[in-house]
């Protein structure tokens, strides 16, 4: 395989992450931040005021019927209180998601590229799908953070196999917002789920289950420069500050999951729909 890529598995089924550094080139990593900036440009801020936050999880229907669609969310502290911009679009935009990886084909080809499939396979996986996808801009002074999470909890099957693949595009440092890890916490399963609340009068999602326990002192920064990829498990414990720094953080991340003896649950928020049904990245 002409792109393959070796990775330390070991070391990944022990620690819950792993950083393969140079992942992708500089063109590929140019190309991304590209075809982002012509989508952002195109984009018009006034078509939906929608926030993403995860301290603050509320979901609207934007949010919920974007699996198979490009969608885009503000930062919490984009707008002043008229609900007016307080910066232009470009610096507002906290992520564009989900189906990224399917719908836009410069993203869909590196996303579906040999080595991605090569680190998929040394993972494991014999059928694995695509199942979302995020481009993160972690703006500038606004950027907000992201509270310690598992991927697991967002995107649950039976067995728990979700894998994370996040690559930087820009510098990924202390000062502008770096993922940092808990190595080892993802050999404790999954608790805490996020899904579509069963009652239909009350909001869109709910979380359940208990929250996490873990220890503030053991989260491990994982700085990464442009082209690395993190490989996540979907049971580690991983956050990542605020940014308010002058420079952004901006990522390219998206997520697998087997399908061969696995059962997706039907209650995750995010669902395959008739007209984006998950597509296997290859099938062995």
Known sequence: ?????????????????????????????NELKVEC????????ADEHQSIFSTKNQKSDDYFMTSGDKIRYFFEEDAFDE?????????RAINKIGH????????????TRSEKVQS??????????????????????????AVVPHQDSTYLYTEPL????????????????????????????GTSRRFIRNPDPNGPLTILTGKPLEFDET??????AKPGTLLLINGEVIHQSEANRS???????????????????????????????????????
Not at 14 to 29: I, Q, R
Not at 82 to 90: A, I, R
Not at 170 to 186: K, M, Q, R, V, Y
Not at 255 to 280: A, C, G, I, M, R
């Open 1 to 29: 395989m002409k792109d393959e890529i070796r990775i330390d598995t070991e070391k990944f089924r022990e620690d819950g992450y792993l950083a393969v550094d140079g992942f992708l080139t500089p063109e590929e990593v």
């Open 37 to 44: 900036k012509r989508l952002v440009d195109e984009f018009s």
């Open 82 to 90: 008229s609900g007016e911009l307080k910066v232009p679009k470009e």
């Open 99 to 110: 189906a990224l990886y399917e719908l836009n084909p410069v993203f869909k080809r590196i």
């Open 119 to 144: 680190v998929i396979r040394q993972c494991g996986m014999e059928k694995p799908a695509i199942v979302q996808s995020m481009y993160i801009f972690k703006q500038p002074q606004i950027g907000g």
């Open 161 to 188: 196999n979700v894998i994370g693949l996040w690559i930087a595009l820009e510098d990924s440092t202390a000062e502008n917002g770096c993922l940092s890890f808990i190595p080892g916490s993802h050999k404790n």
């Open 218 to 223: 053991k989260f491990v920064p994982a700085p």
């Open 246 to 284: 002058p420079k952004s953080r901006q990522i390219y991340t998206f997520h697998v999951v087997e399908t061969k003896d696995t059962v997706y649950s039907k209650e995750n928020w995010l669902q395959p729909t008739p007209e984006l049904p998950f597509p296997l990245l290859y099938d062995d």
